[in-house]
T-cell receptor, first 115, second 117 residues
Framework: DTGVSQNPRHKITKRGQNVTFRCDPI?????LYWYRQTLGQGPEFLTY????????KSRLLSDRFSAERPKGSFSTLEIQRTEQGDSAMYLC?????????????FGNGTRLTVT | AQTVTQSQPEMSVQEAETVTLSCTYD???????LFWYKQPPSRQMILVIR??????QNATENRFSVNFQKAAKSFSLKISDSQLGDAAMYFC??????????????FGKGTKLTVNP
């Protein structure tokens, strides 16, 4: 169990640019989640995959955000035309069963700063 | 919509003492799950303890225990014999179960716990 890996750890970008983050879950986990955490707040749910299917998306996930998990393994989260309000820590988590029955294993996150 | 409230932005405790972190939540569901997650300064969040709402018995994990009051919608975390490694942000979280097909965890804003030597 190498844990959930997220890259990059930090990303600084200018407003209007596109950014992409990557998450590699624990290999045997078929469920993958993206959360966003702003300063002084708890994580907010963005989206959820089971295998390659994106089964749930938050209303927070505007049309500038897109997430994929093409082969049911790693996932990418892309933000187009970044805005300063997108500055946050983006957390990825994985699990082997439903949230109620299995703990979420979180990565260290990608910290995005939009200037 | 379900909400989770942690009214203590910061708490401190002396090493070896006991501290209780508060959490209240709002839901109309009768069956759900509650969690406490710990986020140390390295930022990787880990599960501390889990409670199923239909179980009246309070969950316990070593030095960590909860006081679950379903009618009051209260879910506090007690840390006994506090250790320096307990210093972290603690998040209370709610999961409404799979009735609606959602896998969303709803988190509170967190409580920053400082452990003084």
């Amino acid at each position: 169990d190498t844990g959930v890996s997220q890259n990059p750890r930090h990303k600084i970008t200018k407003r209007g640019q596109n950014v992409t983050f990557r998450c590699d879950p624990i290999s045997e986990h078929n469920r993958l989640y993206w959360y966003r955490q702003t300063l002084g707040q708890g994580p907010e749910f963005l989206t959820y995959f089971q295998n390659e299917a994106q089964l749930e998306k938050s209303r927070l996930l505007s049309d500038r955000f897109s997430a994929e998990r093409p082969k049911g393994s790693f996932s990418t989260l892309e933000i187009q035309r970044t805005e300063q309000g997108d500055s946050a820590m983006y957390l990825c988590a994985s699990s082997s069963r439903s949230v109620g029955n299995s703990p979420l294993h979180f990565g260290n996150g990608t910290r995005l700063t939009v200037t | 919509a379900q909400t989770v409230t942690q009214s203590q932005p910061e708490m401190s405790v002396q090493e070896a003492e006991t501290v209780t972190l508060s959490c209240t939540y709002d839901t109309s569901e009768s069956d759900y799950y509650l969690f406490w997650y710990k986020q140390p300064p390295s930022r990787q969040m880990i599960l501390v303890i889990r409670q199923e709402a239909y179980k009246q018995q309070n969950a316990t994990e070593n030095r960590f225990s909860v006081n679950f009051q379903k009618a009051a919608k209260s879910f506090s975390l007690k840390i006994s014999d506090s250790q320096l490694g307990d210093a972290a942000m603690y998040f209370c979280a709610y999961y409404g179960g799979t009735q609606g097909g959602s896998e969303k965890l709803v988190f509170g804003k967190g409580t920053k716990l400082t452990v003084n030597p």
